[in-house]
């Protein structure tokens, strides 16, 4: 019986692959540019403070900052009150800036933060577009007299589509600035505040597509997304009939956010029973705003509930809403370019509202609804991408 042979050169089963194994050339960035993540800097820095920590390069291109806080207090005799923005409210104002001075994230922490986190889809889809519901995310104590703390993760995201939108990190000279002012206790806590015990550390790491094994950039580099808060005019007294003008924009828009807040600075739940979106005088949607609440909830999941049925007792729905929306915020969604839901970085752009900064979007209420603390202020933050040449459309990594 004759043997087997083994021709010269074969491959041995099992034989370990060398670490310097690459992708063959060709193909898309992606492809060549494995996901990275590094440390940029841990801070101790309280309330009332500034952190403006110089960033530090990354071998590759820069995708996001991720921000972990943890805030200590010790509780006074009195249980405290927490805020309604609470803990996203430590931060009083964020600024995050590529390395030219563009802003890219601009507002209080609570917008700039959990808003834009949990409406843009560049934070998570399904449970976990609310940073609310992150592992990391702790519970504060408000029992009296006892020493507690809030852990909360969040997210300053540049790509808003798979590499599209990135920020070249491996030139030390040439880096984002992240600048973040922290605001006082009475921000966080309405009644019985915490005096004692008092105290807060920073981490900061980024998430980078590392330098590409072969000749090739991601797609529409210097291509940016810009979440920019700013309040509308004119302000809304009660129960008037009127037009809100949105700010100036100027980009393809992927997502508006519009929070209303009354005199006292409290998000309030009192948009229009049917509210008109008019783009240069046209009115581009006239809906009920419950139908509104419906279409957010298809496309991102936002305030849709689960198992919404009727309690024993009847008459009660007894569901729950894994992701909520924010009182006083609603989102018109302009990321469904693949189908009526939003992906997240999963889309083509391909009905991206197209801006010009002569462009004027307005939001009308005939009327709006009865406010006790008048004037009301609605305020926008809207996902504005503004191209480096001509916008890629369709999936530009396939």
């Known amino acids: 019986m004759s043997q087997a042979t083994v021709a010269p050169g074969g491959t041995v089963a099992g034989r370990p692959q060398p670490q310097t194994t690459a992708e063959p050339a060709g193909g898309p960035f992606i492809r060549h540019a494995p996901d990275g993540r590094r440390a940029q800097y841990v801070t101790s820095t309280g309330f009332s403070g500034f952190i403006s920590q110089p960033t ?10 991720k921000l972990q806080t943890l805030i200590n207090a010790h509780n006074s005799t009195g249980a405290p009150t927490v805020t309604a923005d609470f803990p996203d409210a430590f931060y009083s104002l964020v600024q995050m800036k590529d390395a030219f001075g563009t802003q890219l994230i601009t507002g209080p922490g609570y917008a700039a ?17 609310d940073p609310l519901n992150s592992p990391v995310q702790s519970v504060y104590s408000t029992t009296a007299s006892v020493t507690t ?36 206790t009475s921000a966080l806590f309405s009644a019985n505040v915490p005096g004692t015990g008092l105290s807060a550390q920073e981490t900061l790491d980024s998430d980078f597509y590392w330098l590409p094994s072969a000749p090739t950039d991601p797609p529409g580099l210097g291509t940016t997304a810009q979440w920019i808060y700013q309040p509308s005019n004119p302000t809304i007294p009660s129960a008037a009939s009127q037009l809100v003008q949105l700010p100036r924009l100027g ?25 008109k979106i008019y783009v240069d005088g046209v009115p581009l949607i006239d809906t009920l705003f ?3 609440q419906e279409d957010l909830a298809i496309s991102t999941g936002i305030g849709a509930a689960a198992s919404n049925v009727a309690s024993a007792s009847g008459g009660t729905q007894a569901g729950t809403i894994p992701v909520a929306r924010p009182a006083g915020t609603i989102g018109l969604n302009r990321k469904t370019s693949l189908s009526q839901r939003d992906f997240g970085l999963f889309d083509t752009g391909e009905i991206f509202l197209n801006t010009n900064p002569g462009t004027q979007l307005e939001l009308g209420g005939f009327p709006w609804p009865t406010i006790s603390n008048t004037p009301a202020t609605l305020n926008a933050i809207v996902g504005q991408v503004v191209p480096s040449g001509t916008l890629i459309q369709g999936l530009p990594e396939v």
């Open 56 to 65: 530090v390069s990354a071998p590759g291109y820069v995708k996001s900052y």
């Open 113 to 129: 933060l959990k808003e834009v986190n949990l409406y843009s889809g560049q934070f998570g889809t399904d449970l976990m577009r």
């Open 149 to 184: 703390s809030v852990t909360f993760s969040r997210s300053l995201a540049f790509e808003f589509a798979k590499a599209y939108g990135v920020i070249s990190g491996a030139n030390a000279a040439l880096l984002p600035v992240l600048q973040l002012n922290t605001a006082a």
């Open 251 to 275: 980009g393809y828009l992927t997502m508006i956010v519009l929070e209303l807040r009354d005199s006292t600075g409290a998000r309030v739940d009192k948009f229009p029973t049917r509210p």
């Open 290 to 292: 419950t139908t509104w």
